[in-house]
């Protein structure tokens, strides 16, 4: 009995060893509304709507209008409130804490989730008495930058100073990198994908395509990266402009793979722009019906070709579209804890839809490759078969010295020529021109040569009559002109349409006639003239005569006859250097003395 004064100082170092920690995490009640009444702690807030916290959202994620959250609490009877701390989880909205009425703190930013300490004023809080928690919100941003879509994982708790939890910081810090990882991961698959795309452009020369989609992973990487400073620096960017821009030239890029006219791209792309700045949800929405067209009609395409990876294609589709942040529209929460670390959807959609597209395009200029070097392939047959054709340069003829040059501008040229001896030793020589340029040109070319190695006439005026009828109906028309040289030195000349011959530094007196290939019924005349013993006849192409440098001066008619004497190999390169835009032939005869 003598010993019951011990008892009062037992039960304080009882209560010394065991203080105060209440867990408020649970039912919270809210409503979206404002009143300074909702916090006082005798207000009725039997009416609102349960919300549990921590929650990874906490109700519409933007709102016009502020929030109120209530909470009862009993504090056990004897409790000392004296130094007690209120701790706040993660809410990303600003907000004011109210205790029994009294207002006790702010959080000022609206974009750090971080947990926030409030110490308790004394006297305010009673034990053994029932009491109220209300916090006030703000409106949060339209743009919460990279924390926006950090879930709320607490803690929520009054506790007295001795065991107040210290420890959120180093586990604030820990969410940060679990949030804050996978955007530095998708960042450098962003930009790897980026530099392959860009390569490819660079290969490709005239694929806008390829340059906006690799645009666009450039912007989602810039963004990517400011989201992992942002979540260490503990601010959000309220910057937009990448992701506007980078949904502008993801339309652009998905509608150019649909081969709509570009232009028609650039102007969806830039609706888009303008859609953005007048309403963000709206012009989410327009995005991703666009999108979600698009890449079911590339499903389409590609499943026809494919198979099951067109249906793998439509499905990415749907969840690219159903794992946006358009509220309304939403099947999977935004942000999800996978191995650690908190993923989010869009994210992953992103990625998928990138590397698919990356795959397309990709496929497309492979086939775009193998195309050209099939096409190479058979230019390289033709051009081969072309050179087959065609007499060698120096080809013997009795009584003559003949040399020819032939310097296609392309793989495959328009021009040829062709020479034989007649029955009476006399040199028969013809060049032409092909209208147009490629395969075309060369098939005529080989019909050309084709009916002049079945020709037996030594008349300059029927081979070009026989070639008239062979060429009719063939799709083009042929310029040429075609001599017989004579033992006794007799020119006989006849020109459809050709440059005139040149003898002895001279241009030859011609008839110009039609081109060949253009009338049925046409005719043509023969010239005639005496050459001295050793006079050289040169004919030329118009790839000579219409040569063209680097100030739009052409090599002409007059320089053509200045060198008309030289051999034709120097002919030819004289043109050619002057500047070659056309295929260049020269041939030349000389009757030696």
Known sequence: MKRFWLLPLMTVALWAQNPLYLDLSGDWRTILADDPAYARP?????????????????????????????????IPAGQNTDELVLTIGGFRRKYEVFVNGVRIGEKSEATSPAAKMFPVPPRILRSGETNSIALRALPLPASTGALGVMPNAGPFLLTNQVNAP?????????????????????????????????????????EPGLAAL??????????????????????????????????????????????????????????FLGAFRVGETMAQ??????????????AYRWGRLSGRRGAVLALLAVVFLFTTRIPGLRVFLPTSMIGGFYIRAFDCAFVMLGLVLVILVMQRLIEDRREKQRLASELEAARAVQQLM??????????????????PAAEVGGDFHWSRTGADGSLIAVVGDVSGKGLKA??????????????????????????????????????????????????????????APYGEGRE????????????????????????????????????????????????????????????????ADAAKAWGQNDDITVVTVRRNA
């Open 166 to 206: 210290v420890w959120v910081t180093a586990a604030d810090h820990q969410r940060r990198t679990q949030f804050a990882t996978p955007s530095l991961a998708a960042a450098l698959l962003y930009s790897m994908l980026a530099l392959v795309l860009f390569l490819a452009w660079l290969g490709s020369r005239g």
């Open 42 to 74: 005798d207000f009725d807030d039997s009416g609102w709507t349960l919300y549990r916290l921590p929650s990874p959202d906490w109700g519409p994620e933007i709102s016009t209008q502020n929030r109120w959250l209530r909470r009862s609490l009993v």
């Open 442 to 499: 060369a098939m005529l070319v080989s019909v050309a040569i084709g009916a002049l190695r079945r020709e037996k006439s030594s008349s300059p005026a029927d081979i070009l009559a026989g070639l008239n009828e062979v060429l009719l109906g063939q799709g083009g028309f042929v310029t040429c002109c075609c001599l017989r040289y004579a033992a006794s030195g007799e020119l006989m000349v006849a020109s459809a349409g050709h440059p």
């Open 285 to 298: 929405v327009g995005l991703y019906g666009v999108l979600l067209f698009g890449i079911g009609w590339l």
């Open 508 to 571: 030859v007196e011609v008839v110009a006639g039609l081109p060949l290939g253009v009338m049925a019924d046409a005719s043509w005349e023969e010239t005639r003239s005496i050459l001295p013993a050793g006079a050289q006849v040169t004919l030329v192409s118009d790839g000579v005569v219409e040569a063209e440098n680097a100030l739009r001066e052409l090599f002409g008619f007059e320089r053509t006859r200045e060198i008309s004497t030289k051999p034709a190999q120097e002919i």
């Open 214 to 271: 690799a645009g666009s992973l450039v912007l989602e990487t810039a963004q990517r990266f400011a989201e992992y400073y942002a979540a260490f620096a503990g601010t959000g960017s309220q910057v937009r402009f990448p992701f506007y821009g980078s949904a502008c030239l993801l339309v652009f890029a998905l509608l150019d793979q649909l081969r709509i006219d570009r232009r028609v791209c650039g102007a969806v792309a830039l609706l």
């Open 390 to 407: 065609l007499p060698a340069s120096g080809a013997p003829a009795a009584g003559f010295t003949l040399d020819a040059v032939y310097e």
